[in-house]
């Protein structure tokens, strides 16, 4: 039975994307002119898209012979498509195609799969990072060339997402210049919020303007907010209480971002937190979760916590996806490959989680709770996601079944309170474009 839903649900998505994808409508929207894509080609519209969503790391010829492979189910990896045919042909599609796709799967995943909520909340972390670009003119036109610590100056990208902790599901992703902070960056994310989510912020991003953002869309909001930040703040800091209602004032700083947005320049009604750490100090959480009956004060340390997900997200992004490792010289494949990605990771995350569902039910009386290991589900879904869509809906069905117990085979124990020292050692190894590693 759980087996006969995990299908229905998954197969219902990939059915609902290969729709989109193949539409007349979403090809004419997002090629670069008219006359692209019209031609009988290897690398069509749908199958440029496929390539691009199945998490391309090594050398981009390699994985198109063993992309070919698969789909046409050779014994051996064949020359079918040339690395500098894949790179016109890449010229034509827009990247917008990746981000409406990602939008659209998130939406269904919404509406679909019953995602996990936090007190009735769709909880929601955002959070930066920076990334390395190729050392391509253009690209540091675009983005900027900043210098490192070491060596010469580097085509830098500030990345930023909203993204959904307890679903693992990236609701929206940019890369942008490295010069644009990271508060304006999340402003765009706040505009996708709507009544019932509430956003856990770092305490890099408090700000009145931000803060009045979120509450103007109908959402909450818990962050971590520096003791000296406000004047009420540092009062409450060094009055040693546990819990205060306060007005946050409007500041002079904000006021531009406020007309801007059209938001009303009025106080803020807020409740500072108390929590105590395990080595004596105190951190200051300001929320706009008022009630202190439905959401006594005992509950916030594990609520702002519950964002940590989104510092390991980065993690997989980098490490285990690679996302620093672009795969062409121009401006578009940078974005193309960031927003591929991405789709790429929230698919691995939706098709994972019936069988968490399932994975929460059998394991609920056992002494840990236990999840899919991601990083091996990446691994296991590379050149089967292309499969899902293009082979025929009957065998969707099967290896829908087969990914089904290929994660139930990876799973690893939850093992709370454990704590390991952040390391803060730079990076020796970076990606170059003319520099692949294989598969």
């Known amino acids: 039975m759980a087996g006969n839903l995990h299908g229905n649900l998954c197969v219902g998505l990939i059915e609902f994307l290969k729709e989109i994808i193949n539409s007349s409508n979403f090809i004419n929207k997002h090629r670069q002119s008219a006359g692209d894509f ?12 496929f390539f ?15 992309f070919f492979k698969s789909i046409f189910s050779f014994d051996v990896a064949k020359r079918i498509v040339s690395k500098a045919a ?38 929601f972390a955002i959070d930066g990072t920076t990334v390395q670009l190729p050392r391509i003119e253009a690209i540091s036109e675009h983005f ?37 902070g990271e508060r304006e960056l999340a402003a765009f994310h706040f505009l996708k919020l709507m009544p019932g989510d509430l956003v856990l912020l770092d305490r890099g991003y408090p700000a009145y303007w931000l803060f009045n953002l979120i509450l103007s869309q109908g959402a909450n909001f818990c962050a971590r907010v520096q003791s000296n930040s406000w004047k009420v703040v540092r009062q409450f800091y060094n009055s040693g209480r546990k819990e205060k209602i306060i007005f946050v004032p409007v500041t002079l700083s904000s006021v531009k971002h406020c007309e801007e947005m059209g938001l009303e320049l009025r106080p803020l009604k807020l409740r500072l937190i108390r929590v105590e750490l395990d080595n004596g100090e105190s951190e200051i959480l300001i929320t706009s979760l008022l009630d202190t009956e439905k959401y006594p004060h005992q509950q916030f340390e594990e609520l702002y916590h519950l964002r940590w997900p989104v510092e390991e997200d980065y993690k997989v ?19 193309q490959d960031f927003h591929a990605k991405v789709f790429s990771k929230n698919l691995t995350s939706a098709l994972i989680h019936p069988t968490q569902s399932e994975i ?67 990076r020796s190894d970076r990606f170059h474009y003319g520099y692949k590693p294989t598969r």
């Open 38 to 49: 019209t031609r009988q080609r290897k690398l069509t519209f749908p199958i440029l898209l």
């Open 144 to 180: 900027g060339a900043w210098n490192p610590s070491q060596g010469d100056e580097c085509p830098m990208a500030r990345v930023s997402q909203m993204f959904d902790v307890l679903n693992k599901i990236t609701i929206d992703a940019i890369i942008e210049s490295k010069s644009i």
């Open 317 to 335: 992004m980098k490490q285990r996806m690679e996302i620093e490792n672009f795969t062409g010289k121009s401006v578009l494949s940078i974005y």
């Open 52 to 66: 691009l969503i199945n998490m391309i790391k090594g050398s981009y010829q390699d994985e198109l012979d063993h």
């Open 360 to 426: 929460d039910r059998n394991t609920e009386n056992s002494c840990y709770s236990y999840k899919v290991n991601f990083t091996q589900a990446l691994s296991k879904v590379k050149d089967v996601i292309p499969l899902l869509f293009i082979r025929p809906l009957k065998f969707v069905y099967g290896l829908i079944s087969d990914i089904h117990t290929i994660f139930m085979q990876t799973i690893e124990p939850i093992r709370p309170g454990r704590k390991y020292p952040r390391n803060f050692n730079k």
């Open 86 to 123: 894949f790179a016109k042909a890449r010229m034509k599609l827009g990247y917008e195609a990746l981000v409406e796709l990602n939008s659209k799967m998130v939406s269904y995943f919404y509406r679909h799969f019953r995602p996990l909520q936090w007190n009735d909340f769709t909880l």
